[in-house]
């Protein structure tokens, strides 16, 4: 079984740049597919991105292509989203979850999720 915890949420301006981390415990990431959502106030969970298991392919919605950037680093057990150029419409709980499939559509193939962090960008 998979724990995992995010890390490196906060309050960031406009324009700003956050790291977040998602790090595993009790078993290697690698074997999963992991991804990235996100839940702001009032609104729907969405997908992020996403990273598969094997080759690394990495997926992301059309709102953050070219911003964010999601990666591993498997000596550490971990996975990064590396969030540039936030906008205030980035605010939400972030969570990473880890599955057999990357996949931004489908959050119930996902078997492991973590507790969240808060991502706020406002100025």
């Known amino acids: 079984q998979v724990q995992l915890v995010e890390s490196g949420g906060g309050l960031v301006q406009p324009g700003g740049s956050l790291r977040l981390s998602c790090a595993g415990s009790?078993?290697?990431?690698?074997?999963?597919?992991i991804g990235w959502f996100r839940r702001a106030p009032g609104k729907e969970r969405e997908g992020v991105s996403c990273?598969?298991?094997?080759?690394?392919?990495?997926y992301y919605r059309d709102s953050v292509k070219g911003r964010f950037t999601i990666s591993r680093d498997n000596a550490r057990n971990t996975v990064y989203l590396q969030m540039n150029s936030l906008r205030p419409e980035d605010t939400a709980v972030y969570y990473c979850?880890?599955?057999?499939?990357?996949?931004?559509?489908?959050?119930?193939?996902?078997?492991?999720w973590g507790q969240g962090t808060q991502v706020t960008v406002s100025s």
């Open positions: 990273i598969s298991r094997g080759d690394g392919s990495t």
């Open positions: 009790g078993a290697s990431l690698g074997y999963y597919a």
């Open positions: 979850a880890a599955g057999p499939v990357a996949t931004m559509r489908a959050p119930g193939l996902y078997d492991y």
